[in-house]
């Protein structure tokens, strides 16, 4: 069955209004954390502050490798600038309530690439899959042995895991995809997952968890934190509060209560202040780093002549043309 298009008014002022409410939860969210990061950067040296973003910035970047290798995995292999400009622009999407809003804003924004939106769909939602999958392991793998009272109270995060690895074979991904598909009322994926590109997404997603996990041992040892027991709760405990921030999915990109759990993991080796601190740092980082790789994508965008609201023009005139080429090469029923 064939879906009613849109008029090109009705996309375009539908990409304005995605687009300017994103940008306005944006600059919301780093507004209303500016008292204390001012406060926050009074006690932290720049140079920390430094290493610390550059890792935070590498989780990002990281994260698009895994969801651009998940997606060449289902056949649409993309240039760098382009899995850029879908994956970081699609990103802000996570500042809605809900994580669903940043797989739309990413299969809209394939379409300009001519990229199937379920193969956009079917690529973000397993890159999450597997994202929250390596946080879990790098968490069980670290927290138990330095932080095993902190640990009980999260345990609910942790069950996630046995689910997640089952659900990550090929095999099972692919039922997955077509049942979500499905219920979304969209052809199904017209290529199925390997092994090779899950794991190759698993490895991406690994050094992402190590980078931001850097990032806040960084921050926790310019607040002289002890340095054997900082390093395993940082990685560990970031997972663990990053993974159970997506995981409260009302809560825009886990607002609240991963600052909640990260405080409450390192308040063993800082005290509550200084962990406060840490963890305001750290979501400082993450806002920045959105709209600087948002920025760097829009920049890419234009240095290509693909603007944000002349792709969706010109995709629209695309479908249109496609249509009418369909309609002119039919069959006439005879007279």
């Known amino acids: 069955m064939t879906r009613p298009h849109l008029s090109p008014r009705v996309r375009l002022l539908g990409r304005i209004g995605f687009f300017a409410v994103l940008v306005a939860l944006f600059a919301i969210a780093l507004h209303g954390r500016w008292p204390q990061v001012r406060a926050s950067f009074d ?4 140079y920390s502050l430094v290493v610390a973003t550059v890792l935070g910035f590498g989780n990002i970047f990281a994260a698009m490798m895994a969801w651009r290798s998940l997606l060449a995995d289902l056949g649409s292999k993309l240039p760098l600038p382009v899995a850029m400009r879908i994956f970081f622009l699609g990103q802000l999407g996570k500042y809605l309530p809900g994580s669903v809003w940043t797989v739309v804003a990413q299969a809209d924004l394939g379409r300009d690439h001519e990229i199937p939106p379920r193969r956009t769909i079917a690529a973000s939602v397993v890159g999450m899959a597997v994202s929250l999958a390596a946080g879990l392991v790098l968490a069980i793998v670290t927290l138990p042995f330095s932080a095993p009272g902190e640990v009980a109270h999260y345990l609910w995060v ?3 895991l046995p689910l997640l690895v089952i659900g990550l074979l090929p095999k099972n991904v692919d039922r997955l995809t077509h049942f979500l598909l499905k219920m979304l009322r ?3 994926p017209d290529h199925e997952f390997t092994w090779r590109g899950v794991l190759t ?3 991406w997603q690994t050094i992402g968890w190590l980078g931001v996990g850097g990032e806040v041992f960084i921050l926790c040892w310019a607040l002289h934190a002890p340095i054997g027991r900082s390093l395993p709760l940082a990685l560990g405990g970031t997972a663990l ?4 921030g997506f995981l409260a999915i009302p809560l825009p990109s886990g607002a609240g209560l991963r600052e909640v759990i990260t405080i409450a993991i390192l308040s063993s080796v ?3 202040p200084s962990a406060t601190v840490v963890a305001l740092t750290s979501r400082v980082i993450s806002i920045i780093g959105d ?3 948002a920025a760097v994508a829009v920049a890419i965008a234009r240095h290509n002549g693909l603007h ?3 792709a969706a023009r010109q995709r629209t005139r695309h479908e249109a043309h496609q249509e009418a080429r369909a309609a002119a090469s039919s069959p006439r029923p005879a007279p």
């Open 270 to 272: 800082l005290s509550v």
């Open 201 to 203: 997404a698993l490895g």
């Open 241 to 244: 509060a990053w993974s159970a």
């Open 308 to 310: 944000l609201l002349a």
């Open 43 to 46: 006690k932290l040296s720049w």
């Open 186 to 188: 969209r052809e199904p």
């Open 158 to 160: 942790l069950l996630v």
């Open 291 to 293: 709209g600087a790789f």
